[in-house]
């Protein structure tokens, strides 16, 4: 393995961990698949726990805005490389076609702007590309208050809760 | 028990089970609270599976995102009184305020416009009333091809295929 | 004309004047047509300028959208009380039907939340009643740096500026 | 002039004039930038008659959503490489920051899905490039009855009409 591919895995090790502190997070499935400044992605493997329509197998809409929000958490932290406290102000989801049964749904997106006090992104949920997407979605994050810490500290802090 | 309130604890009986078809509003533990063609209201219990946030407990917007969605198929039901194939075109939300932790919420929806192909609704998420709400939200819905069914006749569906 | 009527008058007399203070809005011809804390009223006439569509007369979208936009911050600064400087921070418009060409446009809206820093609004667009709109919206403005002023001290300062 | 040059001048001197049909288009004094099936760009003269501010200069936020209107049915237009009827269904904007004062404002949409029904689209406002907006929007748009018709059977209409 070469430095970056040593690298790029190192971080989505990382990340990974932070990504599945939240125990409803834990409860989809939901896993880290790649971390770039660019685009964050997390995928949900299909579970028939998820299923909104049980006659069609397709997914439930909740399971993707969940993964989206997931995922955009996690843009806005990679993008300030720290951890800060946040909430969802308001996001928006755009359904172009349905999920396939059966099949991962990844969830890919950026902050593509940040402020002092908002973090703004936008994202889309898809199988193979964003440029085929099951949905595309924005939303706006304000940041609340907290303390601002470093990636590498809170993992220390998660290992010392460990049991 | 009068009959207006027999009617009411019927409406309830009926719609409950169609709001627990889906897999995933059973994994949410969504459980139908009230059923008015002017306002229907589903309820999701506190449960430690469903927190977005372990260092508050606050649940995870996705949860109430998934509420609302589930809301919003009731409540489009409700206006044409009859089941029908659809699926979300869009969806907004606005967060307000974070659901407190350990606490039920309510989601309520109205549809307030049915079209030929469309139906527009706006709901809420909220403890006490939604004139104070955790969440606001608005979502438009389109109907795709497949039969169009009455309660009762889904409801003996559902009959046949018990165990 | 009783109390009652006069005071209503007065108010409307009084934020009709900052309603105009936007050259858009003196361009759009915007008028205000009533002031309540629960609903806030402007409407728009008939003009063929502002046409979006020639073949059929129907008002351009725009439009709608920016007599919502004045709306909204009429809406807050009545809930405020306070003229205070604020941006829209994110606005949805649905469009339920056409408006019918030739008919005044009514804009209304609520403002339902205020908090320090953000407040959040919704309204809607109609010819006879929000109940059986043109279209419904929902937004959330940011108050940004600078002075909060009394409505009273507003217009006395714009008439120490009038020529 | 190379040949690709020529097309893409020809290109906008004809969309130039759908641009224009709207009188409210023309009215805010939109002008066609340029047209490419990735990114179609209409742009708006400063003028102080659109200003929504006028302690700060700043253009009214109702300018900026008529422009990205526009520039959406542009999009939806050259993707279709037709004219066809079509209304907005819904439509949404975030203001990440003022357009500043006196500056021209670039609106930039794309077209990324089209269905039988409907079309998706996105789009910005900035002054000098997409990637410093001083607005993102997304909407989607629906196909109504009526005649498709090629764009230079258009234009020959509209040469038909000049008096």
């Given amino acids: 393995m070469s430095n970056v591919e ?3 895995s ?3 090790r990382k990340w990974q961990q932070i990504t599945v ?3 409803y997070s834990r409860e989809l499935g939901l896993r880290l698949h ?3 400044p660019g685009w964050c992605v997390i995928k949900v493997l299909p579970d028939e726990r998820l299923v909104g329509n049980p006659a069609t197998g397709v997914v439930h809409g909740g399971v993707i805005t969940a993964l989206l929000d997931s995922c955009y958490g996690l843009a806005i932290f990679v993008k300030l490389d720290k ?3 946040m909430a969802t102000l308001d996001l928006r989801i755009d359904y172009l076609k349905p999920a396939t049964p059966g099949r991962e749904i990844f969830g890919g ?3 593509y702007k940040l402020g002092h006090e908002l973090a703004f992104v936008r994202g889309a949920a898809y199988h193979d590309s964003p440029d085929d997407p099951i949905a595309t979605s924005s939303a706006i994050f304000m940041f609340t208050d907290g303390p601002v810490i470093a990636l590498d500290d809170a993992l220390k802090l998660l290992e010392g809760f460990k049991p």
Same sequence: chains 1, 2, 3, 4.
């Fill in 6 to 8: 040593s690298d790029q």
């Fill in 10 to 12: 190192d971080k989505v």
């Fill in 21 to 23: 502190i939240s125990p």
């Fill in 34 to 36: 790649g971390v770039e």
């Fill in 83 to 85: 951890l800060r406290p």
């Fill in 109 to 111: 997106a950026v902050c």
